[in-house]
């Protein structure tokens, strides 16, 4: 059983960070690849950046490129979302995503096999 366990999540305003952290746990030999979804109210979930777990090799999506960052700590099995200069725009629910295979290029949903519940970002204007 893999359990994703994410936090960090909370209030903040325009032009403002967070740093989200997502928890791996459970018996899996290897965390090919993980992503950062999100879903805001009244939206489809969409990709917003992934990692994968050997090489650390990222990718973001485009309304994200150039203020977050996703990182990871294979000793503490942990995935990281840095995410600076917010935008009201980026409100939403944020999800801890792991596909246990390498995917060069997440796009949707489809391409992972374990979520975590999801922490609530809210940017104020």
């Known amino acids: 059983q893999v359990q994703l366990v994410e936090s960090g999540g909370g209030l903040v305003q325009a032009g403002g960070s967070l740093r989200l952290s997502c928890a791996v746990s459970?018996?899996?030999?290897?965390?090919?690849?993980m992503a950062w979804f999100r879903q805001a109210p009244g939206k489809e979930r969409e990709f917003v950046a992934q990692i994968s777990w050997g090489a650390g090799t990222t990718r973001n999506a485009d309304p994200v490129k150039g203020r977050f960052t996703m990182s990871r700590d294979n000793a503490k099995n942990t995935v990281y979302l840095q995410m600076n200069s917010l935008k009201p725009e980026d409100t939403a629910v944020y999800y801890c995503?792991?596909?246990?295979?390498?995917?060069?290029?997440?796009?949707?949903?489809?391409?992972?096999?374990?979520w975590g519940k999801g922490t609530l970002v809210t940017v104020s204007s």
């Open positions: 995503a792991l596909a246990s295979r390498s995917v060069s290029m997440v796009v949707n949903g489809r391409d992972m096999d374990y």
């Open positions: 459970g018996n899996i030999l290897y965390y090919y690849t």
